[in-house]
């Protein structure tokens, strides 16, 4: 065994002599000795370089001469024990060393630590190249960068690199750098590497999701006591419908109501937004499209003779369908009609557009499958057994939803039924399909999560915490679900566990008459339409902002 081999058996011999009694048994309580930062264990020293302990002190810079004990003159023999002990071989120095420790006092063990383990503590870090320390860094997860720059001031210096936080931030799927403009809870004169500026900003993002945050959620109130029929909000401006037959355009920053959109004679029962462009539906058998910056009516699409119930927006084309069994394409920059749809034998519930294909479900129990270039219906989709009141479509696969309880997933070329999911009690109003994983919202109070690949229900969103009436909408992003109900609360799931996490929301008026009807949210924001039908709750928009510092939150 070799001298690092030999030091490391001391070591360990005294650090358990330390942390347990003389009989071996642990003590009840007490501070075990701590390494401290960048220690390294004897063994993965390189071998054979120092041969005695002396060497391995002027190895690390240190003098020969240490301070000695200075209790009094060496003891008599002392020069002879020490001759034996070097003609005895190396298992018989362990041997002589392990019964010697046995009869130290805790003291004396102490005091060889002291003298001992400061030679394994090496900043290994700073004695590399600045290129082969960085390459060690790649090793760490961003958590462990972040404490690694608290070692010391070169550690900083390292542990901040602009590539190295740039290859972190790919790793975790973080596309957007955060500039130092942007950046503003950054002290002048520091150098911050702004792509860990934009990882820092993303875990506080996410972890204000997860755990909450004190703030009170910004009340937008308006459309007095009538219902919010649609929601929709893209950067900081956030579109309300409602069937009092306006819009209500609003700031997503300061809650003030920029300007109320006015026109329709009916109730606006469907809307779409892209940046600053909003597409209304409604019971005046119109759409119309409004520039919500200056908050004007840009064109009145006429053709539809019934209320437009539903609608979808791709790129410069808006699809609606309507109660009068059709649909339309539209031109939104020109106002023109392109195509008319005509196949359904009942009004038109839902709607979806990918730019290539339109997929439409209804009262007559069907889906559709179009061309909508030449207008002709590829597929009828034939199963449910009543009306389809949601739709999914993702190029692939077809998803519709149905009062009948199921949710049927279909092949979108060949128009085959692929997988009939069933385990919802009542109606299933919405639906949200990504990346294969299907989240389903029900009448029934609960929430599911499939696999349209093998139609499996991956977890039912309920237990103590479930909703305590109807799914009135959802979402799912940054792995997490939102849904809200007729309960008046809006929860936060676990997409990956289905574990329930919080309510983000809860109505003073909940399980009395709080309903929250319609919900959105960004990766960073969340708004909330919510009321009541008997009075009980004010109409009005919740706002919750996660992109919140401790800067912000003081300055509130």
């Known amino acids: 065994m070799g001298f690092y081999g030999t030091l490391k058996l001391i070591f360990y011999k005294m650090k358990r002599k330390l942390d347990h009694g003389p009989d071996g048994r642990p003590f009840p309580s007490g501070k075990k000795h701590c390494k401290g930062n960048g220690y390294l264990s004897p063994s993965s020293l390189v071998q054979a370089t120092p041969t005695t302990f002396g060497d391995l002190r002027l ?11 200075t209790s009094g003159p060496p003891p008599s023999g002392l020069q002879d024990w020490l001759h034996i002990f070097q003609t005895w071989s190396g298992p018989e120095r362990l041997l002589a060393l392990d019964e010697l420790i046995d009869r130290c006092e805790t003291n004396q063990v102490k005091h060889m630590m002291q003298v001992i383990e400061p030679q394994f503590q090496r900043d290994f870090i700073s004695l590399l190249p600045k290129e082969l320390a960085l390459y060690v860094l790649t090793f760490l997860a ?11 001031r070169y550690w900083r210096i390292l542990a901040e690199d602009n590539l190295l936080w740039r290859e972190k931030c790919r790793e975790e799927g973080i596309s957007e750098c955060l ?90 029962w469907c809307s779409q937004m892209a940046v600053a462009t909003v597409i209304s539906g409604s019971t005046d058998r119109t759409l119309r499209v409004w520039d919500a910056e200056s908050g004007e009516c840009v064109h009145t699409l006429y053709g539809h003779t019934s209320t437009v119930r539903c609608m979808h927006l791709h790129g410069n084309r808006v699809v609606s369908g309507s109660r009068d069994t059709t649909l339309r394409v539209w031109d939104v920059s020109t106002g023109r009609c392109e195509h008319v749809l005509t196949g359904h034998v009942a009004a038109v519930r839902c709607v979806q557009y990918d730019g290539r294909r339109v997929v439409s479900g209804g009262y007559d129990y069907m889906v559709k499958v179009w061309d909508p270039e030449t207008e002709a219906c590829l597929h009828t989709l034939q199963g449910h057994t009543n009306r389809v009141y949601s739709l999914q479509f993702d190029g692939v696969f077809v998803v519709s939803g149905s ?44 929430v599911r ?15 103590p915490n479930k909703h305590q009436s109807a799914v009135t909408c959802l979402q799912f992003c940054r792995g997490l679900v939102l849904s809200s109900s007729d309960d008046g609360t809006v929860k936060l799931w676990d997409l990956r566990t289905g574990a329930w996490l919080r309510d983000v929301v809860a109505l003073q008026s909940r399980g009395s008459g709080g309903v929250v009807w319609r919900i959105r949210a960004s990766d960073t924001r969340l708004v909330c339409a919510a009321g009541s039908r008997n009075g009980t709750e004010e109409t009005k928009l919740l706002v919750l902002d996660f992109d919140l510092d401790d800067r912000k939150k003081e300055t509130d």
Not at 59 to 69: E, L
Not at 449 to 463: A, E, K, P
């Open 59 to 69: 190895a690390n810079g240190h003098s020969a001469q240490r301070r000695r004990v």
């Open 142 to 152: 961003p958590g462990d960068l972040l404490q690694a720059a608290q070692t010391c």
């Open 179 to 268: 500039s130092s403009r942007r950046n503003k809870s950054v002290r002048p004169g520091v150098a911050v590497s702004p792509w860990k500026s934009a990882y820092i900003r993303q875990h506080r993002i996410e972890d204000n999701w997860r755990k909450g945050d004190t703030q009170e959620p910004m009340a937008l109130k308006g459309h007095d006591d009538h219902v919010i029929t649609c929601l929709q909000f893209s950067g900081d401006l956030i579109v309300s419908g409602s069937d009092d037959n306006t819009l209500k355009v609003w700031s997503a920053v300061t809650g003030k109501c920029l300007r109320t959109l006015t026109g329709h004679t009916g109730g606006v």
């Open 403 to 446: 009062l009948d309880t199921s949710i049927r997933v279909w092949d979108a070329e060949t128009g085959g039924c692929v997988h009939t999911l069933t385990g919802h009690q009542s109606l299933t109003s919405g639906m949200e399909l990504r990346d294969n994983i299907l989240v389903s919202g029900n009448a029934d109070s609960t």
């Open 449 to 463: 999560v499939w696999d349209v690949r093998t139609g499996q229900c991956l977890h039912t969103l309920q237990g």
